[in-house]
């Protein structure tokens, strides 16, 4: 597999909290740091050639959090928005925020909406946020918009993949998480159901473009079978075919 089959990375932005209480630093040390590494992140997924880029910013389990936490993640949105506007407009990237907003202070909410509108029709790299996400919340909205726009019908993967919130974005090729821990979160469930996993013990603040370069060109190698054998066996099994007729019948 080459790189240019991993269009869509998705990734758990995890370890703020503990790069900063290594640190005897308070948490949201993390958070700061954290956010000042995501367009590296960014920059290096657009020069890989990554179509899609989706980063997860706050779960929908986040708000549990205390709400000096909650705000200063608030805080970091607001300002990447601001930051980093000029460049995502230059650079042709197209900027989406997934996930329940409704909670953000109106000047974030205000600032989402334009740089999305002002990005819409940019052709690169599909860069989308995803803030007060979850996957199990994403599934239940899209059955039950289907349900209600066609009462009666019977849904398929189909249908409910075209009811998800960036159905544009479809299956992701790769998830990355950093933090050391070894589980999704309820991200991006449906999306993931033949993802190829990495867990790194990078911990957010600390991960650069090399070692995500390094980890994009490591799973390209990977063979992805999607429940079928690898080709080399396909072909041998064709040839095999006759001579296990006998033992085919037999069984
Ligand atoms: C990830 O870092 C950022 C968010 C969840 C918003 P954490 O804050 O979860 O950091 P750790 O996992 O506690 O170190
Ligand atoms: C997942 O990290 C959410 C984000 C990175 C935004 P968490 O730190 O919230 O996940 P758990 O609680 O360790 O599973
Ligand atoms: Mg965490």
Request: hydrophobic content about 40%.
């Amino acid at each position: 597999m080459d790189k240019a089959k991993l269009k869509h990375i998705a990734i758990i932005m995890d370890g703020n909290g503990r790069w900063a209480q290594c640190r005897s630093h308070e948490r949201i040390w993390g958070h700061i740091r954290g956010s000042k590494i995501v367009s590296n992140i960014v920059e290096e997924a657009d020069d890989l050639g990554v179509q899609a880029l989706t980063l997860y910013a706050f779960s929908t389990e986040n708000w549990s959090r205390p709400l000096g936490e909650v705000t200063v993640l608030f805080k970091l949105l607001k300002k990447f928005l601001l930051k980093e506007r000029s460049r995502i407009l230059k650079n042709n990237i197209q900027f989406k925020v997934m996930g329940d907003t409704s909670k953000l202070p109106e000047k974030t909410k205000s600032l989402i909406k334009d740089l999305e509108e002002e990005s819409n029709s940019n052709t690169g790299l599909k860069l989308t946020f995803a803030f007060g996400y979850g996957g199990r919340d994403e599934i239940v909205q899209a059955a039950n918009n289907f349900i209600k726009e066609n009462p009666g019908k019977e849904l398929t993967e189909e249908l409910l993949q075209s009811y998800l919130l960036m159905p544009h974005l479809g299956d992701v090729d790769l998830m990355i998480r950093t933090g050391g821990d070894q589980r999704i979160s309820n991200f991006l469930l449906w999306q993931s159901a033949y993802a190829e996993l990495y867990f790194t013990e990078t911990k957010w603040p600390d991960f650069t473009r090399v070692e995500f370069r390094k980890i994009v060109e490591f799973v390209s190698k990977r063979e992805r079978r999607f429940g079928n054998v690898c080709s080399s066996d396909l072909q041998t099994s064709k040839l095999m075919a006759v001579e296990n007729k006998e033992i085919i019948t037999n069984l």
